[in-house]
């Protein structure tokens, strides 16, 4: 399964940025960024949502 589609086809509302754990690891360092953690009950994989961009 490509996690990147699922979380753009399936999971992400309009105007919501959600990001795969890998991306986020990759710019988990980033001040300019807040990423919230998303869990649901029985989640298929980790993923993370875009709060705030300065």
């Known amino acids: 399964m ?28 980033r001040d300019d960024i807040r990423f919230e953690c998303q869990t649901r009950d029985d989640p298929l994989f980790p993923y993370y949502r875009v709060t705030q961009v300065e």
Not at 3 to 28: F, H, M, P, S, V
């Open 2 to 29: 490509n996690q990147a589609a699922k979380l753009g086809e399936d999971i992400a509302r309009a105007n919501e940025t959600l990001i795969t754990e890998r991306t986020y690891a990759a710019i988990a360092d």
